[in-house]
């Protein structure tokens, strides 16, 4: 009976989890001492990361592209509405107050205003309205166009032979009109746009070229 429980025991200890295993060596002790370390680290550290210098990293913090600067991390890129070629959009002597904004806002409601009444009123209101639309958005436009920053040949070579052929039909003759004049407008907003065509391009060499 002794001998047959002796083999009861030896068979229920070779049937143990982890019996019969030998101390780990070469890589597999390596690993697990690597391992064991890298766990104590961390319970030390409260968690943080290593870096590939060597230096911890906490997870919540942003992480920064290999070759980015030191404190561009996360900087949002400029979008073509703040740069455009590389020429930065110019700001008004107004700036950070939004005048250009209202102006064509009010703008656009005096002219829907006056679209909506009738006779002389309504005429007067959407001349006002047109006026200040005018006024505001051509401002913008000769800035962001010598500027360099974003070309407006068209828009600005057409509005003043718009605007003098208006002037002169309402406040001096209404016989200005018909093709003759019609030419007399192309001809001027042609020699227009070529002058603030070049003047672009000569303002926007200069905006790119390193100060």
């Known amino acids: 009976m002794s001998r047959a429980r002796a083999k009861k025991k030896q068979r229920r200890r070779s049937r143990a989890p982890g019996a019969g295993a030998g101390p780990r060596t070469g890589a597999g002790a390596d690993h697990a001492a690597t391992d064991g370390r890298s766990r104590a680290h961390a319970a030390a550290t409260g968690g943080r990361g290593r870096t590939s210098a060597g230096a911890t990293r906490d997870p919540g913090s942003p992480s920064r592209e290999p070759g980015t600067p030191p ?3 996360g900087k949002r890129p400029a979008s073509r509405l703040e740069v455009r070629d590389g020429v930065a959009r110019p700001h008004a002597i107004w700036a950070p107050f939004p005048l250009t904004e209202i102006g064509t806002a009010v703008g656009l409601v005096i002219v829907a205003v006056g679209y909506e009444n009738d006779g002389q009123r309504a005429t007067w209101l959407m001349g006002v309205g ?4 005018v006024v505001v958005i051509g401002e913008q436009c000769l800035r962001e ?3 360099g920053f974003r070309s407006h040949t068209l828009l600005l070579a057409i509005l003043p032979p718009m605007v003098l052929h208006a002037l002169v039909f309402f406040a001096i003759t209404n016989a200005w009109s018909g093709p003759p004049t019609v030419a007399v407008d192309v001809a001027v ?3 227009l746009g ?6 672009f391009r000569r ?5 790119v070229q390193p100060a």
């Open 71 to 73: 404190g561009r991390a």
């Open 130 to 133: 047109a006026a200040m639309l």
């Open 189 to 191: 907003a042609a020699g």
């Open 145 to 147: 166009h010598f500027a």
């Open 194 to 199: 070529w002058w603030l065509l070049r003047t």
């Open 203 to 207: 303002a926007h060499d200069r905006a």
